[in-house]
């Protein structure tokens, strides 16, 4: 069916209602980083008896869940645009919590990369209906600030990951000390805890009032007549080699731009592979990064105005760029830094624990907020106001992680890893918010995946990785062993800092214009 758009009268409040609605979606969000993030305060006990590497390690951390959550957010997030929201988001809940526990009874790298896999396909569902609810419940100028606390569930659920992790793996040692029932170690036994609470938050989603599509922005938009049908077929374009059929059945030219694509991708993923040496990072990677394009090219042939609003506007493409370097530095610090106290610092882990994971979840939920606020502020005088806050999320974090990971006192090192997540958390609502305010009502689901690729594909799928790798590159070998250099590894995320600033900067530029012309060039 094709969606029209009917004007409504928008209300000017977000109701009681609308509050109880983001809290419960704050709580979703919480559990999705805590399992998400849990895996970082795991590290060292996962790195031993696996037998793993730095670079090991940040593929499990960052690629192996980062690639899935952005694949198949694409078509959920299409599905979010065109079904019940709050159905979707009970059903995704449902599965990575299943596949958190699944991760419990992971053996070796395979089996716990197949675990994080599936904890990625369920949480892809978390963001696009959590964002396109919350544009629903509160007018455009509480978004931000909306949007924003809901992010603070993404350093809420992070910190408590630590203590969780941290509290399950020396309580479970102490009772077990070689091996517990089903033969389970002490990190094994901490995604079990964390992962069963999610099948009994799914059932208090699922009593949420799905509201009506468009109304806070006084267009009542009409969604797809054949949701899974279209949802299916969006899953088509991100699967080779249905991606091919898909391709020629829009033309040969298509096919072979397509075919093209693909090969060039595999040539890239074989010259990385043979000068790293990691097979899953970068074929997971690469196909990624085919699958995306083949995604946006379906997606032009298919919905013009979206591709348009999305793919075709510089202002959401930069935005969203200059905001995953941002998200790169903050996945790369919350992956390693309980790692780099553990082994650099020789930091107790329950201490540590306590320590990053109560002052990261108050820095992050401080930088939302106020971030969130502030950019509320600056978009009411400037349509590119909220890109600032975005532009100090890139630049501010520098001087803080220079000085914590090169000094030796640990009150000094948790102070200015505090100061950096606070600093780039403040970016993420105001980042989220403008690429919501580039598109139209019925898109706001597909912007949140296009979004959240920015985030994954550029921040999550390659932070802890490359800290990991060129932490390895860095090292000696001790014993036979191979030995990471940390700190060179998570110092080299500076380096990123200057390429967001000039992804932001052109962003800066170009979203009033792009924001004055939706209606225009959708309609083109």
């Known amino acids: 069916m094709e969606k029209t758009n009917t004007a409504v009268v928008p209300p000017s409040q977000a109701s009681g209602y609308s509050w109880y609605v983001l809290g419960v979606l704050v709580l979703v969000y919480v559990l999705n980083f805590i399992d998400r993030q849990i895996l970082s305060i795991l590290a060292v006990d996962i790195k031993r008896d696996l037998g793993l590497d730095d670079a090991d390690m940040g593929f499990l951390g960052g690629a192996a869940f980062g690639v899935f959550y952005a694949l198949f957010g694409i078509p959920l997030g299409r599905l979010a645009d065109n079904w019940h929201r709050v159905r979707l988001l009970s059903v995704g809940l449902s599965l990575w919590s299943t596949m958190t526990v699944f991760s419990g009874f992971a053996y070796n790298q395979l089996t716990l990369s197949l675990a994080r896999m599936g904890v990625g396909v369920g949480e892809a569902t978390a963001s696009p209906t959590a964002y396109s609810l919350i544009s629903d419940y509160f007018p455009k100028r509480q978004r931000g600030t909306a949007l924003a606390i809901y992010s603070s569930g993404l350093y809420l659920g992070g910190g408590v990951s630590l203590f969780i ?87 040969q030219g298509a096919l072979l731009i397509n075919v093209i694509v693909a090969a060039l991708l595999a040539l890239f993923a074989l010259a990385m592979i043979a000068l790293t040496g990691k097979e899953a990072q970068w074929a997971a990677v690469s196909l990624g990064y085919y699958a995306v394009f083949s995604w946006a090219s379906t997606l032009r042939a298919r919905d013009p105005a979206t591709f348009q609003l999305i793919w075709g506007t510089p202002a959401f493409i930069c935005t969203t760029l200059g905001y995953g370097l941002v998200s790169l530095a903050a996945y ?60 100090f999320g890139a630049v501010a974090p520098i001087i803080p992680i220079w000085i914590g990971y090169t000094t030796t006192d640990a009150l000094t090192f948790y102070a200015m890893n505090f100061l950096a997540g606070m600093f780039g958390a403040a970016a993420l609502g105001a980042a989220a918010a403008t690429t919501q305010d580039l598109v139209l009502p019925r898109m706001r689901g597909t912007a949140t995946a296009s979004f959240f690729l920015g985030t994954t594909l550029v921040g999550l799928s390659f932070g802890a990785y490359m800290v990991g790798q060129i932490s390895d590159l860095a090292g000696t070998m001790i014993d036979g062993k191979l030995v990471g250099n940390l700190q060179v590894g998570i110092l080299s995320l500076i380096g990123v800092a200057p390429v967001a600033l000039g992804l932001l900067i052109y962003a800066y530029r170009t979203v009033p214009k792009a924001e004055a012309s939706i209606a225009e060039r959708a309609e083109a």
């Open 165 to 251: 992790g941290a509290w399950v793996v020396q309580a479970w040692n102490i009772a077990y000390p070689v091996a517990g029932p089903l033969g389970l170690k002490g990190w094994q036994a901490a995604f079990l805890v964390v992962g069963l609470p999610g099948l009994l938050l799914s059932l208090l989603v699922l009593s949420l009032r799905e509201p009506k599509r468009g109304l806070m922005d006084g267009i009542a938009a009409e969604q797809s007549e054949r949701p899974f049908a279209d949802f299916l077929a969006d899953l088509a374009t991100i699967i080779p080699p249905l991606t091919f059929f898909g391709a020629a059945r829009r033309g």
């Open 332 to 391: 790369a610090l919350a992956f390693w830094a309980p790692t780099y106290a553990e082994t650099v610092l020789k930091l107790p882990k329950g201490e540590l624990a306590f320590v990053l994971g109560a002052s990261g979840a108050l820095a992050g939920f401080l930088g939302v907020i106020i971030g969130g606020r502030v950019s509320d502020a600056l978009r009411a005088r400037n349509p590119a106001g909220r890109i600032l806050v975005v532009m």
